[in-house]
């Protein structure tokens, strides 16, 4: 049979645990099946929620400040706010001035900031119901 590649995203709770003197976790999945996860594998693979079920301001900025913000001006009156998020994903928005007389670095980013939080809003949103659900066929 040929091997396939299959996407999934879990909810789980988890306590840190050593195993053989090693860091890592213990995990409980939905179904309570359990398992042990060495630290670093189980921090690259999961990100802490402050809620089972839902999200909240705290998870998005934190999701922003675990990536990367670039900053720059394009042009006389434009910013551009680029976001790497820790999972290599980018969110890129612009701020765009009428007057470059009036034109501010820090105003536009606060507005690009404004609409990147917003896209990780909905796009985190969508990640928790997957978690939250998992997949499930059309009428079940």
């Not at 879990?10 to 213990?26: I, L, S």
């Not at 839902?54 to 900053?71: A, K, P, Y």
């Not at 007057?99 to 536009?108: K, T």
Request: proline share 4%; hydrophobic share 35%.
């Amino acid at each position: 049979m040929e091997k396939q590649t299959y996407l999934g995203v879990k909810r789980v709770e988890a306590y840190p645990e050593e195993r053989d003197g090693k860091p890592g976790y213990a995990v409980i999945y939905p179904d309570g099946y359990k398992s042990w996860s060495p630290r670093a594998v189980f921090e690259a693979a999961y990100f802490l929620s402050e809620k089972a079920n839902s999200l909240t301001q705290n998870d998005i900025d934190r999701m922003i400040e675990e990536g990367e913000v670039h900053v720059q001006t394009v042009g006389e009156k434009t910013t551009l706010v680029r976001v790497v998020l820790p999972t290599g994903f980018e969110l890129v928005e612009t701020a765009a001035f009428v007057d470059p007389a009036d034109y501010s670095e820090e105003y536009g980013a606060q507005i690009c900031m404004k609409k990147i939080k917003d896209s990780l809003w909905f796009l985190m949103g969508f990640t928790l119901q997957w978690a939250h659900k998992g997949l499930k066929a059309k009428g079940e």
